[in-house]
């Protein structure tokens, strides 16, 4: 958030739709979950990016997304 490390998602929930969609690349439990707690962030416009990781260190990210905290 803001460029600095917030958290670590939990990897494992449902997604068929990616594993139809990539198939022999993506597992059914390739979905993941994250709760951002915003009380610790400040009411106003933030930047949230998200850096994927395999087992084998490749790393993807997805492009940043602007959002507004209001708490």
């Given at each position: 958030m803001d460029g600095l490390l917030?958290?670590?998602a939990a990897l494992g929930g449902s997604r068929p739709?990616?594993?139809?969609?990539?198939?022999h690349v993506a597992?059914?439990?390739s979905?993941?979950?994250?709760t951002l707690d915003t009380t610790m962030l400040s009411n106003g416009p933030h930047?949230?990016?998200?850096?994927?990781?395999d087992g084998t260190g490749n790393e993807a990210?997805?492009?940043?997304?602007?959002?507004t905290?209001?708490?």
């Open positions: 917030n958290g670590t739709d990616v594993a139809a969609a990539y198939p597992p059914d439990n979905g993941w979950s994250y930047w949230l990016v998200v850096h994927a990781r990210l997805v492009p940043p997304r602007a959002v905290v209001s708490n």
